[in-house]
Protein backbone atom coordinates (compact mmCIF):
# COMPACT_ATOMS: atom_id res chain seq x y z
CA UNK A 1 0.00 0.00 0.00
CA UNK A 2 1.03 3.53 -0.61
CA UNK A 3 -0.51 6.61 -0.29
CA UNK A 4 1.11 10.05 -2.47
CA UNK A 5 -0.25 13.17 -3.70
CA UNK A 6 -2.50 12.95 -6.23
CA UNK A 7 -0.86 14.49 -10.09
CA UNK A 8 -2.58 16.08 -12.63
CA UNK A 9 -2.15 13.42 -14.63
CA UNK A 10 -4.41 10.79 -11.96
CA UNK A 11 -7.47 13.18 -12.36
CA UNK A 12 -9.56 11.54 -14.47
CA UNK A 13 -9.20 7.64 -12.62
CA UNK A 14 -9.62 9.46 -9.61
CA UNK A 15 -12.82 10.83 -10.74
CA UNK A 16 -14.13 7.76 -12.00
CA UNK A 17 -13.08 6.10 -8.93
CA UNK A 18 -15.15 8.32 -6.85
CA UNK A 19 -17.87 7.95 -9.27
CA UNK A 20 -17.69 3.98 -8.60
CA UNK A 21 -17.42 4.44 -5.23
CA UNK A 22 -20.72 7.12 -4.21
CA UNK A 23 -22.49 5.45 -7.23
CA UNK A 24 -26.43 5.23 -5.73
CA UNK A 25 -25.16 5.36 -1.86
CA UNK A 26 -26.81 8.74 -1.19
CA UNK A 27 -28.82 9.68 -3.85
CA UNK A 28 -29.37 7.53 -7.14
CA UNK A 29 -26.50 8.45 -9.32
CA UNK A 30 -24.19 10.59 -7.24
CA UNK A 31 -22.39 13.59 -7.76
CA UNK A 32 -19.28 13.51 -5.60
CA UNK A 33 -17.04 13.01 -8.85
CA UNK A 34 -18.02 16.31 -10.55
CA UNK A 35 -17.95 17.95 -6.51
CA UNK A 36 -13.72 16.86 -6.54
CA UNK A 37 -13.72 18.06 -10.54
CA UNK A 38 -14.84 21.50 -9.48
CA UNK A 39 -12.60 21.99 -6.32
CA UNK A 40 -9.13 21.26 -8.04
CA UNK A 41 -10.01 25.49 -9.31
CA UNK A 42 -11.53 26.20 -6.12
CA UNK A 43 -9.25 28.34 -4.31
CA UNK A 44 -10.20 26.94 -0.86
CA UNK A 45 -8.92 23.40 -2.42
CA UNK A 46 -5.74 22.41 -0.23
CA UNK A 47 -3.42 21.12 -2.87
CA UNK A 48 -1.39 19.61 0.26
CA UNK A 49 -3.99 17.26 1.30
CA UNK A 50 -4.93 15.98 -1.78
CA UNK A 51 -3.90 12.20 -1.80
CA UNK A 52 -4.76 8.89 -3.37
CA UNK A 53 -3.99 5.09 -2.51
CA UNK A 54 -2.27 2.56 -3.96
CA UNK A 55 -2.21 -0.80 -4.03
CA UNK A 56 -0.52 -3.16 -6.68
CA UNK A 57 0.07 0.36 -8.49
CA UNK A 58 -3.69 0.77 -8.68
CA UNK A 59 -4.92 3.80 -7.51
CA UNK A 60 -7.79 2.54 -4.78
CA UNK A 61 -8.81 5.60 -2.91
CA UNK A 62 -8.59 9.56 -2.44
CA UNK A 63 -9.12 12.04 -0.30
CA UNK A 64 -9.55 15.79 -0.30
CA UNK A 65 -9.73 19.08 1.96
CA UNK A 66 -10.96 22.17 1.79
CA UNK A 67 -11.16 25.18 3.81
CA UNK A 68 -14.31 26.03 5.81
CA UNK A 69 -15.73 28.61 8.54
CA UNK A 70 -17.21 28.53 11.59
CA UNK A 71 -19.13 31.66 12.21
CA UNK A 72 -18.90 32.96 15.82
CA UNK A 73 -21.53 34.27 18.30
CA UNK A 74 -20.36 37.57 18.22
CA UNK A 75 -20.71 37.34 14.60
CA UNK A 76 -16.72 37.27 13.81
CA UNK A 77 -15.20 33.86 11.85
CA UNK A 78 -13.14 31.23 13.17
CA UNK A 79 -11.12 29.30 10.33
CA UNK A 80 -12.16 25.68 9.93
CA UNK A 81 -11.70 23.03 7.37
CA UNK A 82 -13.61 19.95 6.44
CA UNK A 83 -12.74 16.94 4.14
CA UNK A 84 -14.21 14.74 1.28
CA UNK A 85 -15.30 13.16 -0.73
CA UNK A 86 -13.30 10.24 0.76
CA UNK A 87 -13.62 7.41 -2.14
CA UNK A 88 -12.22 3.71 -1.82
CA UNK A 89 -12.71 1.62 -4.62
CA UNK A 90 -15.95 -0.67 -4.04
CA UNK A 91 -13.72 -4.11 -4.14
CA UNK A 92 -11.94 -2.78 -1.39
CA UNK A 93 -14.18 -1.51 0.88
CA UNK A 94 -14.77 -3.12 4.48
CA UNK A 95 -11.08 -3.98 4.47
CA UNK A 96 -9.86 -0.72 6.41
CA UNK A 97 -8.29 0.98 3.61
CA UNK A 98 -10.57 3.99 4.45
CA UNK A 99 -9.46 4.55 7.64
CA UNK A 100 -5.68 3.82 7.34
CA UNK A 101 -6.16 6.88 4.35
CA UNK A 102 -8.18 9.07 6.53
CA UNK A 103 -5.40 8.94 9.67
CA UNK A 104 -2.70 9.45 7.30
CA UNK A 105 -4.18 12.21 5.72
CA UNK A 106 -5.42 13.88 9.40
CA UNK A 107 -1.68 13.39 10.32
CA UNK A 108 -0.75 15.35 7.36
CA UNK A 109 -3.50 17.86 8.68
CA UNK A 110 -2.16 18.06 11.70
CA UNK A 111 1.23 18.96 10.65
CA UNK A 112 0.25 21.62 8.41
CA UNK A 113 -1.18 23.07 11.24
CA UNK A 114 -4.68 22.93 10.73
CA UNK A 115 -6.74 23.16 13.97
CA UNK A 116 -10.08 21.44 13.37
CA UNK A 117 -11.65 19.97 11.29
CA UNK A 118 -15.66 19.55 10.86
CA UNK A 119 -17.83 17.24 8.87
CA UNK A 120 -21.11 15.45 7.53
CA UNK A 121 -20.70 11.37 8.59
CA UNK A 122 -21.38 8.46 10.27
CA UNK A 123 -19.82 8.33 14.20
CA UNK A 124 -20.38 4.51 14.00
CA UNK A 125 -17.11 5.07 11.18
CA UNK A 126 -15.67 7.50 11.83
CA UNK A 127 -15.22 7.56 15.78
CA UNK A 128 -12.33 5.29 15.10
CA UNK A 129 -10.53 8.08 13.80
CA UNK A 130 -11.07 10.45 16.29
CA UNK A 131 -14.18 12.26 15.40
CA UNK A 132 -17.14 13.24 18.15
CA UNK A 133 -20.14 14.13 17.92
CA UNK A 134 -19.79 18.26 16.98
CA UNK A 135 -22.22 19.78 19.80
CA UNK A 136 -20.44 18.07 22.05
CA UNK A 137 -17.45 20.86 21.26
CA UNK A 138 -19.92 23.99 20.88
CA UNK A 139 -20.31 23.60 17.35
CA UNK A 140 -23.53 23.75 15.50
CA UNK A 141 -24.91 22.70 12.35
CA UNK A 142 -26.23 25.68 10.40
CA UNK A 143 -29.05 23.67 8.95
CA UNK A 144 -30.21 22.12 12.03
CA UNK A 145 -31.99 24.44 15.18
CA UNK A 146 -28.68 25.66 17.51
CA UNK A 147 -29.53 23.46 20.43
CA UNK A 148 -30.19 19.91 18.26
CA UNK A 149 -27.17 17.35 19.06
CA UNK A 150 -26.92 16.42 15.15
CA UNK A 151 -25.10 13.18 15.18
CA UNK A 152 -24.28 13.41 11.79
CA UNK A 153 -22.29 16.32 12.53
CA UNK A 154 -18.99 15.48 13.85
CA UNK A 155 -15.65 17.37 14.35
CA UNK A 156 -11.84 16.81 15.70
CA UNK A 157 -9.50 19.10 17.33
CA UNK A 158 -5.92 18.78 15.95
CA UNK A 159 -4.89 21.35 17.78
CA UNK A 160 -5.93 20.69 21.02
CA UNK A 161 -7.99 23.24 22.96
CA UNK A 162 -8.16 25.17 19.49
CA UNK A 163 -12.08 25.40 20.44
CA UNK A 164 -12.22 26.36 23.60
CA UNK A 165 -14.10 29.15 24.97
CA UNK A 166 -15.41 29.19 21.41
CA UNK A 167 -19.13 28.61 20.48
CA UNK A 168 -20.45 28.81 16.81
CA UNK A 169 -22.21 27.85 14.06
CA UNK A 170 -20.40 25.51 11.37
CA UNK A 171 -21.41 26.39 7.51
CA UNK A 172 -20.50 23.89 4.58
CA UNK A 173 -18.80 25.26 1.78
CA UNK A 174 -20.37 26.14 -0.82
CA UNK A 175 -18.33 24.17 -3.27
CA UNK A 176 -19.94 21.27 -2.12
CA UNK A 177 -23.27 22.25 -3.91
CA UNK A 178 -21.55 23.10 -6.98
CA UNK A 179 -23.74 19.90 -8.80
CA UNK A 180 -26.77 21.35 -7.59
CA UNK A 181 -26.39 25.21 -8.47
CA UNK A 182 -24.95 24.19 -12.00
CA UNK A 183 -26.96 21.32 -13.08
CA UNK A 184 -26.45 21.75 -16.91
CA UNK A 185 -22.89 21.58 -16.43
CA UNK A 186 -22.79 18.79 -14.04
CA UNK A 187 -25.17 16.67 -16.44
CA UNK A 188 -22.77 18.21 -19.60
CA UNK A 189 -19.57 16.56 -17.52
CA UNK A 190 -22.06 13.40 -16.37
CA UNK A 191 -22.53 12.39 -20.10
CA UNK A 192 -18.65 11.97 -20.53
CA UNK A 193 -18.82 8.93 -18.45
CA UNK A 194 -20.02 5.66 -19.33
CA UNK A 195 -23.69 5.49 -18.61
CA UNK A 196 -24.65 3.41 -15.34
CA UNK A 197 -28.05 2.69 -14.09
CA UNK A 198 -29.53 5.21 -11.26
CA UNK A 199 -31.34 3.41 -8.83
CA UNK A 200 -33.53 4.58 -5.55
CA UNK A 201 -32.50 2.13 -2.70
CA UNK A 202 -33.45 2.25 0.70
CA UNK A 203 -30.84 3.36 3.15
CA UNK A 204 -30.55 6.89 0.27
CA UNK A 205 -30.76 10.30 1.52
CA UNK A 206 -32.11 11.87 -0.62
Known sequence: MNIRLEQPNDYREVENLTREAFWNVYAPGCVEHYVLNQYRSNPDFIPELDFVMEEDGKIIGHVM??????????????????????????????????????????????????????????????????????????????????????????????????????????????????AFENKEAFETYEATFPKKEKKRLEGQLM
Not at 88 to 96: A, E, L, T, V
Not at 102 to 111: C, D, F, M, S, W
Open 65 to 178: FSKAEIVKEDGSILQAWTFGPISIHPDYKRKGYGLKLLKYALEKAKALGIGVICMEGNIDFYKHAGFVVASTLGIHYHAEPKDSEVPYFLAQELIPSYLNGIEGTYHTPKGYYV
